[in-house]
């Protein structure tokens, strides 16, 4: 019986290893970090293959998200703060993207992108 074991844990931990290399979807963490002197209201992101928003954002705050990217396009952040109602675009996405930026609203509705995605 040890041997049918044996090849029973083989098996399965053979087909783990190659389900997680197939099944695997690329897509991006993406972390918001709000370093201006003023809470973030209304925040709405969009990218190519969704959009989602955060109610606040407060100064000093994080928060972040995967994201599963389906097209070619920008990543687009619309807010409020102490000045007003911004839009920018952060950065130029393609579908596929996998890896990780990071994206620092800055005061004046600017905002630093951090790139960390994997090329191909």
Partial sequence: MTGFRLL????????M????????Q????VEFVNQSDSTLR?????????TFGMPSLPPGGRA?????????????ADYFDSAG???????????????AIEVD?????QVAVL???RRR
């Fill in 26 to 29: 690329p897509g991006l963490t």
């Fill in 115 to 117: 790139d960390h995605r």
């Fill in 64 to 76: 972040t998200r995967w994201m599963k990217i389906t097209g070619n396009g920008p990543l687009k």
């Fill in 85 to 99: 109602e911004h839009r920018v675009d952060a950065i130029n996405l393609a579908g596929g993207d996998s890896g």
């Fill in 17 to 24: 290893i190659l389900g997680c290399g197939y099944f695997h």
């Fill in 8 to 15: 029973s844990f083989s098996l399965a931990l053979a087909l």
């Fill in 42 to 50: 209304n925040v709405e992101i969009d990218f190519p293959g969704g």
């Fill in 105 to 109: 609203f800055q005061n004046g509705g």
